[in-house]
T-cell receptor, first 112, second 115 residues
Framework: QQQVKQSPQSLIVQKGGISIINCAYE??????FPWYQQFPGKGPALLIA?????SEKKEGRFTISFNKSAKQFSLHIMDSQPGDSATYFC???????????FGTGTRLTIIP | DTGVSQDPRHKITKRGQNVTFRCDPI?????LYWYRQTLGQGPEFLTY????????KSRLLSDRFSAERPKGSFSTLEIQRTEQGDSAMYLC?????????????FGSGTQLSVL
């Protein structure tokens, strides 16, 4: 049962552009929504996370937008750089980090 | 802080053999998690420990799988009678609960190939 749906599967963005990745969830008990970045041969690394008491959270070039009524959240990467090329996973949980449910990932490629 | 360490990085085995993976968490981290990731998919939760106690196991963790965390430090994940469907990246993660915001740190994983 896929509880977190992520799109698109792959994304190509020009350097300096905005990368947008979307996720939708089904379980209304979810109350913690992190985004992870994974480079080839490495484990995922936490980028940014949000809880449903706020609709937006920004850290540097990374912003999470959260829509509780639509059960959707998205990651925006501003001024995308070649070093941002990686696979991005959204995740959700009702118990913090205890049992994360991950999306299927978005492979992001930033071209010059 | 050397990060979460996993050993081996790669393991090739024949179907039916037993394999064991080791995870060394970040020092002082009291929680340790195991996830499995197949190609093109996100990580799937397998189990987690609080200190030496195994608190939850996913239904994905069949009776061929066993995990331990003796003394609340390193952890081992053993797969008995491996099957081709066990081929995946096995990820370990650790965190410190009880001191501020919990942040999960993943290791680089053990890539298992079952022939």
């Amino acid at each position: 049962q896929q509880q977190v749906k992520q799109s698109p599967q792959s994304l190509i963005v020009q350097k300096g552009g905005i990368s947008i990745i979307n996720c939708a969830y089904e379980n209304t008990a979810f109350d913690y929504f992190p985004w992870y970045q994974q480079f080839p041969g490495k484990g995922p690394a936490l980028l940014i996370a949000i809880r449903p008491d706020v609709s937006e959270k920004k850290e540097g070039r990374f912003t999470i937008s959260f829509n509780k009524s639509a059960k959707q959240f998205s990651l925006h990467i501003m001024d995308s750089q070649p070093g941002d090329s990686a696979t991005y996973f959204c995740a959700a949980s009702s118990r913090g980090n205890e049992k994360l449910t991950f999306g299927t990932g978005t492979r992001l490629t930033i071209i010059p | 802080d050397t990060g979460v360490s996993q050993d081996p990085r790669h393991k090739i085995t024949k179907r039916g053999q037993n394999v064991t993976f080791r995870c060394d968490p970040i020092s002082e981290h009291n929680r340790l998690y195991w996830y499995r990731q197949t190609l093109g998919q996100g990580p799937e939760f397998l189990t987690y420990f609080q200190n030496e106690a195994q608190l939850e196991k996913s239904r994905l963790l069949s009776d061929r799988f066993s995990a331990e965390r003796p003394k609340g430090s390193f952890s081992t994940l053993e797969i008995q009678r491996t099957e081709q469907g066990d081929s995946a990246m096995y990820l370990c993660a650790s965190s410190l609960v009880g001191r501020g915001a919990e942040k999960l740190f993943f290791g680089s994983g053990t890539q298992l190939s079952v022939l």
